[in-house]
């Protein structure tokens, strides 16, 4: 496991466009090494367990704007957990209010990054968490 | 001394001031990476030539502006988008707004209603009311607009794949409070070609969907002459990380591509020209975005007089919307971003801009809330009447640098535009994905200046320090999905469904046919269709579209 890549899925749960958030950490991760697979816009909970599970990932991370991520998160994290996946880490980004983000760790959403958070910060996290998590 | 050249002031003056000090920066830059001089001169226009290059204010090529006084005869519409929750709450907003003295509406709608969903659909969950109000049918406008009689006001709806089905129903809203099309005034967005490259609310492929556009241009020429009908847009394009040049060379050659489609379709340019319009970001770099905004005014002009020989002088003018970029707003510190908004406002309206839109300060976390709508509405105020800026058309015309960088920014958006009429077109241009990866490959180099310091942002990466959180953000409650659910579930419970099931089938056959599809949608909105189910039939007939590009 430290030996291979890290595999990320990054995905946009919901309806919303805007993607540039998650092209440019699509990139950093990329070029950081990491295994990137990036879903596109306009994907349902199911596309992105599916996807997930399909690419084998360590990591999914979501990027929503809409302000649906407290009716959209959920579904993805039991459809992880339903298949046996609950030890992929799960982050997420974009315009989510802070009043939220315990709600969405409580679910099982090990980050949150807002706007104006280095890529850098991400990569570190993801890098720290995977070594851990192997370690073990 | 009189003939002393830049270059001998260099040596003398600049050289040995070097010398003794370095500049803060190795280099100074525009957003596309072109070096800026320490000084502009005279030298720097060379062929600079006053009529040619800028012309008075409301003449060709329109430089100066598109009227001859612009701001000292009215000032720009002050246009906030606005939207949220269901229809009753949006109201409520509006009717503020206009009472603290906004002139004009801009319509937010939900995601659902800008994907052809109505609020039931299973791929609605989550996204009703969210990022702007559920509109489903006819009802839902007539709640939205209760109080504001439609030959008062003029509204701006930012509607692009599902715009033909709102305009009707602002048709027959106007119908049914007795104002007559020939009376209504505003703006349907209709800009589908920007959603492919950059905003992501796409339905049909292009084909289908340039007809539907230019559906709308021909059916306005006649029924609705003084509405606009496209806002052709370079704001989602920049928001997605283009630079300026990037911003109006992509936006102008959308526009070329709708006007070669209307023409394709057997229209005369001028018949439709005139009711284009176009919608611009204001960034953060003040002179650029001024020379922009008058770059893409001359560029324009040229296009629509030597392209396409329009000889109708409105033809030619580049009339637009701005709104300061919301990608600017940063979540620490927010009480900073009223200030960022100031400038880009000011920028915006130095570089002629015909409405505005100020962003709210607490927009990195969630759609305004009204103290903070207040600000951003005062902040228009205060330039238009405290600070002398409307007074007088094009103040920085003729400034050295302003020229230069306008004739710069100029020269790279047409070469944007040769590129893409060699790709074969915007449409061919975005099927290869060329504008998608440009923007990418921008707005990662974009991101990768903040983090390697060589840009600013104050609060995120310099002059760091703790702030207070905000309060009071606008939040939309999980009851709206539900309410709105009910009322849709009414409506159709109400309505006389063998007229709705005759309207759809008439829409039906009308998109298999050539003809203009305006008056089958109005039938169908008249009869209370819901927007899903007129969507149903189209994207049956049409198809639909996934990304061009993803990554």
């Known amino acids: 496991m430290n030996k291979s890549r890290i595999r990320v899925l990054l995905a946009k749960p919901g309806l919303d466009g805007h993607d540039r958030g998650a092209k440019v950490v699509a990139r950093a991760l990329?070029?950081?090494?990491?295994?990137?697979?990036?879903?596109?816009?306009?994907?349902?909970?199911?596309?992105?367990?599916?996807?997930?599970?399909?690419?084998?990932?360590?990591?999914?991370?979501?990027?929503?704007?809409?302000?649906?991520?407290?009716?959209?998160?959920?579904?993805?994290?039991?459809?992880?957990?339903?298949?046996?996946?609950?030890?992929?880490?799960?982050?997420?980004?974009?315009?989510?209010?802070?009043?939220?983000?315990?709600?969405?760790?409580?679910?099982?959403?090990?980050?949150?990054?807002?706007?104006?958070?280095?890529?850098?910060?991400?990569?570190?996290?993801?890098?720290?968490?995977?070594?851990?998590?192997?370690?073990? | 001394?009189?003939?002393?050249?830049?270059?001998?002031?260099?040596?003398?003056?600049?050289?040995?001031?070097?010398?003794?000090?370095?500049?803060?920066?190795?280099?100074f830059e525009t957003s596309s990476g072109v070096e800026i001089d320490t000084v502009y001169t005279p030298e720097d226009l060379p062929d600079f030539d006053y009529i040619r290059d800028l012309g008075y204010p409301?003449?060709?090529?329109?430089?100066?502006?598109?009227?001859?006084?612009?701001?000292?005869?009215?000032?720009?519409?002050?246009?906030?988008?606005?939207?949220?929750?269901?229809?009753?709450?949006?109201?409520?907003?509006?009717?503020?707004?206009?009472?603290?003295?906004?002139?004009?509406?801009?319509?937010?709608?939900?995601?659902?209603?800008?994907?052809?969903?109505?609020?039931?659909?299973?791929?609605?969950?989550?996204?009703?009311?969210?990022?702007?109000?559920?509109?489903?049918s006819l009802r839902d406008m007539e709640i939205l607009f209760q109080g504001i009689p439609l030959d008062k006001v003029s509204t701006s709806m930012t509607i692009n794949a599902t715009a033909p089905i709102l305009l009707a129903m602002y048709i027959a809203l106007g119908k049914k409070q007795g104002v007559?099309?020939?009376?209504?005034?505003?703006?349907?967005?209709?800009?589908?070609?920007?959603?492919?490259?950059?905003?992501?609310?796409?339905?049909?492929?292009?084909?289908?969907?340039?007809?539907?556009?230019?559906?709308?241009?021909?059916?306005?020429?006649?029924?609705?002459?003084?509405?606009?009908t496209i806002s052709i847009s370079g704001y989602h394009i920049?928001?997605?990380?283009?630079?300026?040049?990037?911003?109006?060379?992509?936006?102008?050659?959308?526009?070329?591509?709708?006007?070669?489609?209307?023409?394709?379709a057997g229209l005369d340019v001028d018949t439709f020209a005139p009711r284009l319009s176009f919608f611009f970001n204001s960034h953060i770099n003040f002179f650029e975005e001024i020379a922009k905004f008058r770059a893409a005014r001359r560029l324009w002009a040229k296009i629509m007089r030597e392209r396409f020989g329009a000889k109708d002088s409105r033809s030619w003018m580049l009339r637009f919307h701005s709104q300061t970029a919301g990608c600017s707003l940063t979540a620490p510190q927010p009480h900073n971003n009223i200030v960022r908004t100031a400038i880009e406002a000011l920028a915006a309206t130095l570089g002629g801009t015909q409405s505005l839109h100020t962003n709210s300060f607490d927009e990195a976390y969630a759609p305004p809330s009204e103290e903070a709508v207040t600000i951003a509405v005062r902040t228009q105020q205060i330039l238009a009447y405290e600070n002398g800026i409307a007074d007088v058309v094009d103040p920085l015309g003729g400034s050295y640098?302003?020229?230069?960088?306008?004739?710069?920014?100029?020269?790279?958006?047409?070469?944007?535009?040769?590129?893409?009429?060699?790709?074969?077109?915007?449409?061919?241009?975005?099927?290869?994905?060329?504008?998608?990866?440009?923007?990418?490959?921008?707005?990662?180099?974009?991101?990768?200046?903040?983090?390697?310091?060589?840009?600013?942002?104050?609060g995120v990466n310099k002059f760091v320090s703790p702030y207070p959180k905000i309060v009071g953000l606008l939040r939309v409650k999980p009851e709206v999905e539900k309410r709105q659910k009910e009322r849709t579930a009414q409506v159709r419970k109400d309505r006389n469904n063998s007229n709705v099931h005759k309207a759809l089938k008439r829409l039906e056959d009308v998109a298999r046919s050539k003809d203009n599809t305006m008056p089958a949608f109005l039938e169908c909105v008249e009869a209370y269709a819901t927007l899903g189910e007129i969507c149903d039939v189209l994207r049956k007939i049409f198809s639909t579209q996934k990304e061009f590009l993803v990554f």
């Open chain 2, 238 to 264: 920049r928001e997605a990380g283009s630079t300026a040049a990037q911003e109006i060379g992509f936006t102008l050659a959308n526009g070329i591509a709708y006007v070669q489609a209307a023409i394709d």
């Open chain 2, 1 to 27: 001394m009189a003939n002393k050249t830049k270059q001998e002031w260099r040596e003398t003056t600049l050289a040995p001031a070097l010398k003794r000090a370095a500049e803060r920066q190795e280099k």
């Open chain 2, 58 to 136: 409301g003449e060709y090529p329109f430089t100066r502006g598109v009227q001859s006084n612009m701001y000292r005869g009215r000032i720009w519409t002050i246009r906030q988008y606005a939207g949220f929750g269901t229809a009753e709450e949006t109201n409520q907003r509006y009717l503020y707004l206009l009472e603290q003295g906004q002139t004009g509406l801009s319509i937010a709608f939900d995601l659902p209603t800008q994907i052809g969903y109505d609020s039931d659909h299973p791929l609605a969950r989550g996204e009703v009311g969210k990022v702007g109000v559920a509109i489903d």
């Open chain 2, 401 to 458: 640098y302003i020229e230069h960088l306008t004739d710069s920014l100029e020269k790279e958006a047409g070469e944007y535009i040769t590129k893409i009429d060699n790709l074969g077109g915007a449409v061919a241009a975005i099927e290869q994905g060329y504008q998608q990866r440009e923007i990418q490959d921008s707005s990662y180099r974009y991101q990768k200046e903040i983090e390697g310091g060589k840009r600013t942002v104050v």
């Open chain 1, 30 to 136: 990329r070029d950081a090494g990491m295994e990137v697979i990036y879903t596109g816009i306009r994907q349902t909970p199911e596309m992105i367990v599916e996807a997930a599970i399909q690419e084998d990932v360590n990591v999914v991370g979501l990027s929503i704007l809409s302000g649906a991520h407290l009716e959209l998160f959920p579904p993805i994290i039991e459809g992880l957990r339903k298949k046996g996946r609950e030890d992929a880490l799960v982050i997420a980004g974009g315009i989510i209010p802070e009043d939220d983000i315990p709600t969405l760790q409580q679910m099982g959403v090990k980050a949150v990054f807002g706007p104006g958070i280095s890529t850098e910060d991400i990569i570190s996290f993801i890098q720290k968490e995977i070594t851990q998590h192997s370690a073990c």
């Open chain 2, 180 to 228: 007559k099309p020939t009376e209504l005034n505003g703006t349907t967005q209709n800009d589908i070609l920007k959603e492919y490259i950059a905003r992501g609310t796409h339905i049909f492929p292009p084909r289908p969907s340039m007809r539907l556009a230019t559906d709308i241009f021909a059916y306005c020429a006649k029924q609705v002459p003084r509405w606009n």
